[in-house]
């Protein structure tokens, strides 16, 4: 079994577009002694390339003994996920949550037979994210993972980690009214198999940062994410990966806003970034406390 499997913590997986994000990343992963997996999207590729942050990534895991896996986020197609496992990376993800249920499983089936005999692990998306708040109930039933269709996906795939849709959606504005996910069918997905199970769209949008970047001109209106209690408790149900984004973005831009004003004198890069980068590292480390996954390398 897998180690997060056996120990009930999760391992997080954070966006990276640059030098100082990846940075971030890693020097948390350091100070925490925490397993960490560096998640790239194909516009993150656009943004930044794929040979640079393949390289870039190579260089980090190679300044530290620590596990780190390169992983591709959201890969859409077979192409991107063959270009990627060329450069290096350790486990991609096939998106296919907005097909038929038979057209995700062919989809996924490709990209196992494609990255299993490399060596690299596959992710794969059941169910729907976005816009669950806004449904009847019988659409939301369409759009989150039903558990027997996880446990028939999982057997006909082979995926090693399967993304599950139980109320959690990307971005900073999470929930209209009050945050609500569906434990009772992470329950249920998590009885009926045993492979690692993965929580996309978990951000929490601390109030914190919110305000901060706020005070210093943002306009965040209505940006709501997942409370803290309720990732420990999808945690405690048997949620092994977990994906940041949103967080890191905030601290970012409230970092980056908060010192245009306060040093407006100041126009050296490396310390706007550099503040930037620090802000990110902080809620890295949080999330690795909040994810259990803390000391897991010693
Ligand atoms: O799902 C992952 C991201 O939050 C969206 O990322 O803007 O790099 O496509 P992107
Ligand atoms: P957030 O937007 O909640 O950070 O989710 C990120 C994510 O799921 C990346 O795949
Ligand atoms: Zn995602």
């Known amino acids: 079994m897998l180690p997060a499997l056996q120990k009930a913590y999760a391992v997080g997986a954070f966006n990276i577009n640059n030098l100082e994000s990846l940075l971030a990343v890693v020097e948390a992963a350091?100070?925490?002694?925490?397993?960490?997996?560096?998640?790239?999207?194909?516009?993150?590729?656009?943004?930044?390339?794929?040979?640079?942050?393949?390289?870039?990534?190579?260089?980090?895991?190679?300044?530290?003994?620590?596990?780190?896996?390169?992983?591709?986020?959201?890969?859409?197609?077979?192409?991107?996920?063959?270009?990627?496992?060329?450069?290096?990376?350790?486990?991609?993800?096939?998106?296919?949550?907005?097909?038929?249920?038979?057209?995700n499983v062919a989809l996924t089936k490709r990209v196992v037979d494609l990255a299993h005999p490399r060596g690299v692990s596959v992710e794969a998306e059941l169910g729907r994210l976005a816009g669950v708040e806004e449904s009847t109930v019988k659409e939301k039933e369409a759009i989150l993972t039903d558990p027997d269709a996880a446990k028939e996906f999982i057997k006909r795939t082979d995926v090693d980690a399967l993304a599950v849709a139980i109320g959690t959606s990307h971005g900073a504005y999470k929930f209209k009214s009050e945050p609500k996910l569906d434990f009772k069918r992470l329950k249920l997905i998590r009885e009926r198999i045993n492979t690692l199970l993965v929580l996309h769209g978990a951000s929490s949008v601390p109030p914190w940062i919110v305000e901060k970047a706020v005070k210093y001109g943002a306009d965040l209106a209505g940006a709501k994410g997942i409370p803290e209690e309720h990732i420990r408790k999808a945690v405690s149900l048997g949620i092994t990966k977990i994906n940041i984004d949103t967080d890191l973005r905030l601290a970012f831009t409230a970092s980056i806003r908060e010192f245009f004003v306060k040093s407006p004198k100041v126009f050296d890069p490396r310390k706007i970034l550099g503040s930037a980068k620090e802000a990110m590292k902080e809620v890295v480390k949080s999330k690795m406390r909040l994810f259990g996954s803390s000391g897991k390398f010693l």
């Open 30 to 103: 350091i100070e925490e002694k925490s397993p960490v997996i560096i998640a790239v999207t194909p516009s993150s590729i656009k943004y930044a390339d794929l040979a640079y942050i393949g390289k870039m990534v190579k260089v980090a895991a190679e300044s530290t003994p620590l596990p780190m896996s390169l992983h591709l986020d959201h890969g859409k197609d077979l192409d991107t996920v063959s270009e990627c496992i060329d450069a290096g990376f350790t486990s991609v993800m096939i998106d296919g949550s907005h097909l038929k249920f038979e057209e």
